[in-house]
């Protein structure tokens, strides 16, 4: 009798854990994401079924080390087949890992090569990205067809006027210089990212003459070199400008420039491969919750914290997956709140009402050829007005652009490119600021999105200050690409030292949004 | 809580145009070389209100085991040749690195001038000073130069011989305003970032720059030195050999007429 007794509630045990647990989450995210509503969440699995099936996948992982062994050791190459049968690492969809990064652009790439790279055998990092190949018939490693990074303009500056940008800019520099001892892997050739250290050139008219100087001033006391110019010798160093309505103009003499930010991504995501990251191509489409009734924390009511504990993916198949983490990082560039919202974040109460103010943007780029447009002596040249222009290899070309009125946003349903943009905001200024620029034609345009964050136009690095497990590094308002090797080694020291060690990132932390401190930056371009 | 943010915001506001004192003040308006403010937003879970410990706290770490002990206990090593080799090289290049670095002492003691040519000097290479027309070089460790502040030296010329010049080198070599002759041939550390130093460093003085054999130069690194309106002769030996360097050679000597590059064959467009 005692045993039919305690079968019975072992049963019911079961069933109130984990059958009943999962079908309440995935009732609350049918509730959010009305988008796939018509997809079927997964069955909660019952667990003697589980066990096996997951005894099947140890044994597989084992075969799959067994043979790739023998394979090394009869000198045979692992053939390009052995990745067709299956994406993953092991051979099997990887259920957990310690820290799975959202998000495989130039940000989350960085945090994860810096992660692994501290910690190579201690952690498990898993990088979720939604779109990683362009072409699906030809199997091509990784072509991001609209992630922000590889359709940015690639610029490294360090005119900034927060110190927190500046040194990240200075670290920027520094880890591009040195990207060989950084990022090499073994067998491969070293990356190159085609670094031209023309400088940058910011103009100001009367108005914004006073902050230019007090900016090349905290610049130069952080170690960056850069000098103030008159209109007059503006004129003799540059012929090609014309200085009406310039009261002054900084140039850049080290360290700024640009590069090609889609090697930039390459290096760091060929580099996390071969030191063990898992990438998943896939979305994420929601997140699992899990109530943890004896945590304790300030600023809600004991008992009630309800933590993240899995990640749905959509992988690329259609079906639905969940990989368990122990610490997620928000680096979705654009999409970023889209994925704090699956996290109750903006929709909760508490600090869980704060949303992450992280929106997509649309800039559009041109690219015009002149026949006698000014020569080498052209660093990116930035307008009062905000329109910028760079020189583009050596036959005449020049990259352009110019981030529109917040009346004029365009719309950010798509990457298609309006010209008359071009045509009507553009080329006027661009003709008046460089006469040679009267007679260009446009060669190519492209659209990106920036990430842009609706709240102070600057980055949101930190932890999360109700999720213990969640960290964001997200919103950098397009000068993102240069600030990614700074940013992800500031938040591996968060992870694995517990604090900032070497650049201070506190203050762009998310804590800013709840205490309304704007971090203002004044060089946005 | 939401309404409250927007609520606040609009305090602030209202605040600046009665000009009234608003305790609700930007990050930025607070002085950036003191301590950062947020350091008061999150207090650390041991030092809040109303947490009391012992005496044995003083003993209790700060912080975690660090991942680098973890990591040094977990890898294997791994004693093969090839890998013996590479740390070998890789010990060399940390330790020549590590022999460039910037040392205040002897910038203090020496000045700009002194300090860069002992600098240069003491590892193979030699130097030049205003007014004279000797070079300056070491012989079996031995060599003549003063060892204290002296104001008639002015390095005029550089020639790096045989020394192995990172780009942390140059680090020595700052304020060197009567700098003209540059040499940097043979030695194969000078790439890009090299030139955009040398070329915001030297700017105002240098004449003459030679980079011939310095094969990771390309053109973007000749791009950088438009910044130097007083370069008359650049010599460009063995690495010049695709076009587009040939090119961005040219359009230097278009932006600089004063500027004869040496070393580059020009396409004969005559046949």
Known sequence: MIKTVNTFKLRKFINDKFVNLNKSAYVFINRCESSYSSDEPPKPEHPIKRTFRILGNDMKTAKNKVESFVERMQG??????????????????????DIVIIGGGAMGSSIAYWLKQRAPNAITV?????????????????????????LSVGGLRQQFSLEENIKMSLFGAEFLRNINQHLSVEGHDPPDVQFTPCGYLFLASEKGAQQLEENAKLQKKLGAKNELLTPVKLKQKFPWINTDGIALGCHGLENEGWFDPWSLLYAFKRKALSLGVEYIDGEAIGFEFKKM?????????????????????????GEIRSVKFGIVIIAAGPYSAKVARMARIGTGDGMLSIPLPVEPRKRYVFCINCKNGPGLNTPLTIDPSGTYFRREGLAGNYICGRSPLPEEEPSVDNLDVDHDFFDKNIWPVLASRVPAFEAVKVKNAWGGYYEYNTYDENGIVGPHPYYINMYIATGFSGHGIQHAPAVGRGVMEMILDGGFETIDLTRMSFDRLIMDRPLIEENIV | MRYQIQYLHKYRQVCQHLKIPCTNNYSTEVNSETKPEPKSWRKRWDQKEGE???????????????????????????FSIKAVRKWIQKSKREAEILDMRYIPERHQILGSDLAAAHFLVHRGAAVRFV???????????????????????AIEAIDVLDMKLYYEGFQNMTNLRSLRWLSLRNCLQIDDWCLDR?????????????????????DRGICALYRMNKLRTLKVHNIADSQLFQLACLMLEDINPQLNTEGVKYLDIGN
């Open chain 1, 76 to 97: 045979i190459r692992e053939l390009s087949n052995k990745i067709l049968k299956s994406p993953y690492r092991d051979g099997i969809f990887p259920e957990h890992c």
């Open chain 1, 126 to 150: 898993t990088v979720i990205e939604k779109d990683p190949s362009v072409n699906q018939n030809i199997l091509s490693w990784g072509q991001y067809a609209e992630a922000s990074t590889c």
């Open chain 2, 52 to 78: 009391w410990y012992s005496r044995f706290k003083l003993f209790a770490p700060e912080k975690g085991e660090s991942p680098d002990v973890v990591r040094a206990l977990q890898s294997t090593s791994n």
């Open chain 2, 198 to 218: 040398i070329s915001s460093e030297y700017e105002s003085s240098l004449e003459y720059l030679d980079i011939s054999n310095c094969t990771r130069v390309t």
């Open chain 2, 131 to 153: 007014g004279s027309s000797e070079w300056i070089k070491r012989h079996e460790d031995q060599y003549d130069l003063p060892d204290r502040y002296n104001r008639d030296y």
């Open chain 1, 293 to 317: 009734p004896d945590l304790l924390m300030d600023g809600m009511e004991p008992g009630s914290y309800e933590g993240v504990d899995k990640v749905l993916v959509r992988t690329e198949s």
